[in-house]
Structure formats: structure tokens, C-alpha cells
């Protein structure tokens, strides 16, 4: 079983930046593929970024490419989310998820993740 536990959220304006992490319980961490997803009211859960085990690669959705990062501490066993530029459309609770068993190219599909944390919620205000 593993558990995680996203922190980092809060209110920011326009613009600004916010760090999100995620601490992971377990020791194949290092092995999971992570995600990150989020959820605005009314709207499905929707891919954000996707790192696989060795950090070599990652994946971005369109509407946060070139503004967010993802990276990975395996040491740490916590994955994190560097959101600059933000705006008010990227408000959302933000997920953390683990994938224990990879299938190529099914990093942005939520049902293939295994584990999830319970969000954190990121406001940007206009």
C-alpha cells in the first residue's frame, strides 16, 4: 500500500507561483510512474504532468506546458510540481498519483494510476 500526501497549495494572483510536493509512503517509489492531475468544480479530472521512475522523462498536458515543472526526489520519495505563470483557469484541486505497473503511453489516463492523495486545493485570483 502506498499513501500520499499532497501539500503546498494556497491563493496566489495572476501570474505568480506556487510548489506543489507529494510524499509518498512505501519503498518502490522510485519504481512508480507519478502524476499529477487536477479537478475544477464542475469539470473532470484532468491530466496536468507525468514523470517515469528515473526522471529522464516527462510529460505535459498542452495548457501548462512551458509554465509548470515536474520532478522527482527518489531519495525523498516525493515528487513535486513547479507552477509559474499562473492563471486563473489552472484554479483546481490538485492530485498526486502513483502508477505501480507502466503501460506506454497511458501516462495522462487517471484510471491507469493506482494510488492517489487527497489534493490540495490551488486558487489564482484575477
Known amino acids: 500500500q502506498v499513501q500520499l500526501v499532497e501539500s503546498g497549495g494556497g491563493l496566489v494572483q495572476g501570474g505568480g507561483s506556487l510548489r506543489l510536493s507529494c510524499a509518498a509512503s512505501g519503498r518502490t517509489f522510485s519504481s512508480y510512474v507519478m502524476g499529477w492531475f487536477r479537478q475544477a468544480p464542475g469539470k473532470e479530472r484532468e491530466f496536468v504532468a507525468a514523470?517515469?521512475?528515473?526522471?529522464?522523462?516527462?510529460y505535459y498536458a498542452g495548457s501548462v506546458k512551458g509554465r509548470f515543472t515536474i520532478s522527482r526526489d527518489n531519495a525523498k520519495n516525493t515528487v513535486y510540481l513547479q507552477m509559474n505563470s499562473l492563471k486563473p483557469e489552472d484554479t483546481a484541486v490538485y492530485y498526486c498519483a502513483a502508477d505501480a505497473v507502466y503501460k506506454a503511453g497511458t501516462y495522462s489516463l487517471a484510471s491507469e494510476y493506482d494510488y492517489w492523495g487527497q489534493g490540495t486545493q490551488v486558487t489564482v485570483s484575477s
Open positions: 514523470i517515469r521512475s528515473s526522471a529522464s522523462t516527462t
